[in-house]
């Protein structure tokens, strides 16, 4: 069931990872008068650091460089570890006080841009509930990473049908897998 929304905004933020966070403060500082919405379809913030939860997680790129801007990284660890990035952005998001703009359980499944009415038309489907609702926007800022959080691609490994060993998926993989 598609139920119309009467939500516009001028910017409407796919995604409440360290860009999605990131994106919001950046307008917050930089075009204060503006209105904005952050979709996020899981039901925290975080992306891929509250995710990825297994021993090790970490960056594979510093922190001094992937860092916001206007909040430095102060870490001991350039290269650091995924709970410290995830209290980056949750810390983060609280000083900007983001927690009202954002809109957990969102998926976003369609985006078409209306020439005429001069913005996008957005599909989002509520995953609590699978109802379906449109926004528009005039700006959609898409910061939903690379890959699907509920499904993990998995390649095709080569003898991995008669492979004996446990087989350890990363989206799968919980903070009690011991992973040589």
């Not at 904005?36 to 975080?46: N, W």
């Not at 949750?90 to 499944?109: C, H, M, P």
Request: aromatic content about 12%; some cysteine.
């Amino acid at each position: 069931m598609v139920e119309r929304s009467s939500e516009q905004v001028d910017v409407l933020i796919v995604g409440a990872g360290l860009s999605g966070i990131g994106a919001a403060c950046h307008l917050l500082r930089e075009c204060p008068g503006r209105s904005f919405s952050i979709l996020e379809a899981r039901s925290t913030i975080g992306g891929t650091w509250d995710l990825f939860r297994y021993p090790g997680v970490r960056s594979d790129s510093d922190m001094f460089t992937l860092g916001y801007d206007f909040r430095p990284w102060t870490g001991p660890k350039a290269i650091a570890d995924g709970a410290s990035i995830l209290s980056y952005i949750n810390e983060t998001a609280r000083s900007y006080d983001l927690g009202a703009s954002i809109q957990f359980g969102r998926r976003v499944v369609a985006a078409s841009w209306s020439t005429e009415q001069a913005h996008w038309r957005v599909t989002v489907d509520h995953t609590d509930t699978g109802q379906q609702e449109i926004l528009t926007c005039s700006f959609l800022f898409m910061n939903a990473g690379y890959y699907r959080y509920d499904e993990g691609y998995t390649p095709e490994l080569a003898g991995s049908e008669t492979f004996a060993g446990q087989t350890i998926h990363p989206q799968k993989a919980t903070p009690s897998c011991v992973i040589p």
